[in-house]
């Protein structure tokens, strides 16, 4: 597998078997695109980690409803999902699968969170993007 594109903070295009497919990182919500600064900081932490041409392995979750490969990615033996995570850069997520618990990435936003990374340094808290993902149409699914 080869990585094409970062498309946002929680979605790349890859190469499998010779085709570009859409991969969303499993268990994970990047901010939506309305929540700036952050979304914009969740998107420069993937290309950070991630930079096209990277080689690496996909675990196959699941595939959703916009026809996207769901999976936990693996770059140089790192998941790009907890390293994500643990920047504070996304918050995690089982909501979107409810395959998450063999993962820490719980645990890991705790850390996160107790050492107010990233998102996790607004006072008050960032509002979860489910909690606002029905009352904003910014164009992501």
């Given at each position: 597998m080869?990585v094409?594109?970062?498309h946002n903070g929680?979605?790349?295009?890859?190469?499998?078997?010779?085709?570009?497919?859409t991969?969303?990182?499993?268990?994970?919500?990047?901010?939506?695109?309305s929540?700036?600064?952050?979304?914009?900081?969740?998107?420069?932490?993937?290309?950070?980690?991630?930079?096209?041409g990277a080689?690496?392995?996909?675990?196959?979750?699941?595939?959703?409803?916009?026809?996207?490969?769901?999976?936990?990615?693996?770059?140089?033996?790192?998941?790009?999902?907890?390293?994500l995570?643990?920047?504070?850069?996304?918050?995690?997520?089982?909501?979107?699968?409810?395959?998450?618990?063999?993962?820490n990435y719980?645990?890991?936003?705790?850390?996160a969170?107790?050492?107010?990374?990233?998102?996790?340094?607004?006072?008050?808290?960032l509002?979860?993007?489910?909690?606002?993902?029905?009352?904003?149409?910014?164009?992501?699914?």
């Amino acid at each position: 597998m080869e990585v094409l594109s970062v498309h946002n903070g929680q979605q790349l295009l890859i190469e499998v078997n010779g085709q570009g497919r859409t991969l969303r990182l499993a268990c994970i919500q990047a901010p939506r695109p309305s929540q700036v600064p952050w979304a914009g900081r969740a998107d420069q932490a993937m290309a950070s980690l991630v930079s096209r041409g990277a080689k690496g392995m996909f675990e196959l979750r699941s595939r959703d409803v916009h026809g996207r490969l769901v999976g936990r990615l693996l770059v140089n033996g790192q998941d790009i999902g907890a390293d994500l995570v643990r920047q504070g850069a996304v918050f995690a997520w089982d909501g979107f699968l409810g395959r998450c618990d063999d993962l820490n990435y719980s645990a890991i936003e705790a850390q996160a969170r107790s050492k107010q990374r990233g998102l996790w340094s607004v006072a008050g808290g960032l509002p979860r993007p489910w909690d606002v993902m029905e009352s904003i149409d910014d164009g992501e699914p």
